[in-house]
């Protein structure tokens, strides 16, 4: 079966003449209908990768080896407009700010049925009854008042619903979840969690959720990738993984996880040794690689 993601030794670098390094030979499968979690502390790059997938990398950073591909398709070769048209439809994005991610001066409705009649060539009249429907598919209760509505006038956990509404409108084979709970409490988060697996499951979509939230990962993803300093240390199912971690690295940020079994515990930060253990293999393996970023 033809993985519906499939990164390859990713490499991206920032600048050129003494390029630093942001991601460093990356590999990631997702199968149809599987949903893997990618994990790992602030800065482990996992925001660059959904900007890799998307074409949307800062400005001076570039991919300087490996390859994104779509279901077989090589995202990084494919001509602009034939990307451009997969993206929004065929692939998805689950931003993790629902109030900055929402146009603040148009209503709900209208942006919620320009993914329609953009994406599908929906008519106005139909992308907007369309757009209620969707709306309703992600338990908001009022779908003609949300419409209505603009962003500021809905709650934080609305306006992830709209998101999420606008993400999977286009029935999308892939949807990047980029931490899209990170804002909202836990019971929220809860919601939000449930609505994801229920239209992942409608769909049989491959989603790639991006958090540094290992409890999520259990209760969501069948697999997980652990990611530090842009390198692959850890990746497998996500019950082996968290039940028997290889790697110092997920050891540690499992013990730096609050246990609600174990509230007189302190809570362990990741080891100053183990850090710079990691940041020296990093060094080393950059050193090892460093032709290829010319």
């Known amino acids: 079966m033809t993985a519906t993601l499939a990164i390859g030794d990713l490499h991206v670098a920032l600048g050129r ?4 390094p942001l991601l460093r030979g990356v590999d990631i499968a997702i199968a149809p209908g599987e949903v893997r979690g990618l994990v790992g502390e602030s800065g482990a ?8 997938i998307f ?7 570039r991919i300087t080896r490996g390859t994104i591909a779509f ?5 990084g070769t494919m ?6 048209a997969l993206l929004g439809r065929e692939i998805a994005l689950i931003p993790q700010d629902p109030m900055t991610s929402l146009n603040p001066v148009k209503r709900i409705g209208e942006q919620v049925a320009a993914v329609l009649r953009l994406k599908l060539g929906l008519p106005r009249r139909a992308a907007w009854a369309r757009a209620g429907d969707l709306l ?3 338990a908001i209760r009022d779908p003609g008042r949300v419409l209505a509505a603009y962003p500021h006038e809905l709650s934080g956990g609305m306006r992830q619903r709209v998101l999420i509404a606008m993400a999977f409108s286009c029935r999308p084979r892939l949807v990047v979840a980029d931490e899209p709970t990170t804002a909202l409490d836990v019971t929220v988060q809860r919601q939000i969690l449930r609505l994801l697996h229920a239209l992942q499951h ?24 652990v990611l530090h300093a842009g390198r692959v240390v ?3 199912a996500t019950a082996a993984v968290l039940r028997d971690p290889g790697h110092a690295y997920t050891r540690a940020l499992l013990s730096s996880t609050p246990r609600l079994d174990r509230p007189a515990d302190a809570l362990a930060p990741l080891p100053p040794e183990l850090v710079a253990r990691l940041h020296e293999e990093a060094r080393i393996y950059d050193l090892a690689n460093r032709a290829n970023y010319q």
């Not at 003449?17 to 630093?20: D, F, G, V």
């Not at 001509?79 to 451009?84: C, G, L, S, V």
């Open 202 to 225: 409608r769909d049989n979509a491959a989603v790639l959720f991006v958090t540094h939230d290992l409890g999520l990962v259990a209760k969501l993803c069948q697999t997980v990738t």
């Open 45 to 52: 790059g996992k925001s660059m990768i959904g900007r890799a």
């Open 71 to 75: 279901d077989g398709r090589n995202l």
């Open 55 to 61: 074409g949307l990398l800062p400005r001076g950073a």
């Open 79 to 84: 001509p602009d407009r034939e990307r451009r």
């Open 234 to 236: 850890e990746a497998g």
């Open 17 to 20: 003449r003494s390029p630093l």
């Open 136 to 138: 309703a598919d992600v």
